[in-house]
DNA sequence: GCTCAATTTAAACAGTCGTTTGAATTTGGC
DNA sequence: GCCAAATTCAAACGACTGTTTAAATTGAGC
């Protein structure tokens, strides 16, 4: 990864200063090109090449303006991803603010979570749809730099949301909290990428492409009710036996 | 893809009549190996010779004994999937005699669903634990072929499941229940599938290898009570606006 | 011991991959 | 219009991909 020597002479003194020539526009192509072939695809499968001829540059520009194939998939997952967590952290401080002293409500931490997520699902004109589907497959992807660099991204908010989930569930013990977040995560970043898996559970109502907004109203009480319910103690009486007999 | 033409002669007369020979040990020695590098670097990034020489085979066997490199995966697959599916069938049938005309709890049908894969996560001699997370990453892969062949793998146990939770949950309207199903199936396999994206949520007690039967222990209570929660009314009164101001 | 089919082997096939190179081109400052 | 830096371009690099081929090896059945 030859990632320090991108530009010829990487001198500190001229900064960019905000050129608005064709160098944002290639940038950008490749970014939109690669962003839905990424989702489309995968990583792994999707080629340099493939990328550069949908963006309409030459396949030198990747390794130009990125460095490498890795950074530029870094590149594709930050440029939405950090506006979104930002988002996420801004809202879940409205409400705090607005809330006062009494505890948030698990609704309005889960809404602080979604929204942001939403408003992306909602963006139309740029491909905020291909990135939720993206950003669900990053997830599960087995390659260690795209994990490290998830996992860094993430941790900031993670802490944030963490915190705001112990105040607002103060019984609950901060193990199983985190646990539970870690659920939440989990079903809202499959649930985003999955939009053909759906079809194999829900059928689909064929021509309602617009539903993300539909299923987040489902997810969202389904997991405030998880989030909610009373922790379950091993050997209670009376408690279920999960999995007496496996 | 020719896999009409793997063995030399193709004639049906002689049935294979059980061979304990190589055979069976050779095709056994690649799905082992698949089964862990698929896993590890995910399908794409997982070269025929990296399977072949990890498992002291011939590079030509693999499209010798299985045809291609996407039949290979779909037979590793299949080898633990198929009877998981099975066993999750078998077990939900049992519930039902056993509970003769009352209908089952969440609990049972949870338990149904979740057993067969902790039978498998324990299954220490076997990679069955590197199967559940291989089979978690699946489910989000990109690739069409693993799409549909999961979905066809699924379709049995799927419908079984869906009538049962009707069942049990019969003030559910029909496709509420489809979704939370769909939220069920992608938190278990999303679960399964993340032991090392746990660490950026929940913090890892190192040493602890053992605890996929913990986690499924948090999950099932928190997803029993996503299932029964109340039907949310979109504008009734008193109910929680989730995302007003998106 | 021979036969014949099943299996294993080494080698090559035809591509594709990400990346690098050095020359051509475009760009903005003077 | 000139200069130098930034960007684009065509071409090639070596390595790796899944698959196929034909010869060598193995193992029962007779």
Redesign the pocket.
């Known amino acids: 990864?030859?990632s320090s020597?991108i530009?010829?002479?990487p001198?500190a003194s001229?900064i960019?200063?905000d050129?608005?020539?064709?160098?944002v526009?290639?940038k950008s192509k490749i970014l939109d090109a690669a962003e839905e072939l990424f989702m489309e695809h995968g990583f792994e499968a999707?080629?340099?090449?493939?990328i550069t001829t949908a963006a309409g540059?030459?396949?030198?520009?990747?390794?130009?303006?990125f460095?490498?194939?890795?950074e530029?998939f870094q590149a594709v997952l930050t440029r939405r991803l950090d506006p979104m967590n930002q988002d996420r952290m801004r809202l879940l401080s409205l409400y705090e603010s607005a809330a006062g002293n009494t505890p948030l409500t698990c609704e309005n931490i889960i809404s602080a979570m979604f929204i942001p997520a939403l408003k992306l699902a909602r963006d139309h004109q740029t491909g905020g749809k291909n990135f939720l589907r993206l950003l669900g497959r990053a997830y599960a992807d087995p390659a260690p730099f795209i994990r490290e660099f998830l996992s860094s991204q993430y941790a900031e908010m993670i802490t944030r949301f963490r915190a705001a989930f112990s105040h607002a569930l103060p019984h609950i013990p901060r193990e199983e909290l985190s646990w539970r977040l870690h659920f939440v995560m989990g079903a809202l970043s499959y649930t985003l990428a999955g939009t053909d898996a759906l079809k194999m559970i829900a059928q689909f109502q064929p021509g309602e492409a617009d539903n993300d907004e539909k299923v987040l109203r489902r997810l969202a009480p389904f997991l405030a009710a998880g989030l909610r319910s009373p922790v379950e103690n091993d050997n209670a009486p009376g408690s279920h036996q999960w999995f007496a007999e496996a």
Chains 1, 2 share one sequence.
Do not use: F, W
Request: glycine share 2%; net charge positive.
């Open positions: 990864m030859a020597t530009q010829r002479i001198r001229d960019p200063v050129r608005p020539s064709e160098i526009d290639t999707t080629s340099l090449r493939l540059v030459n396949l030198a520009a990747v390794n130009y303006h460095g490498s194939k890795e530029l």
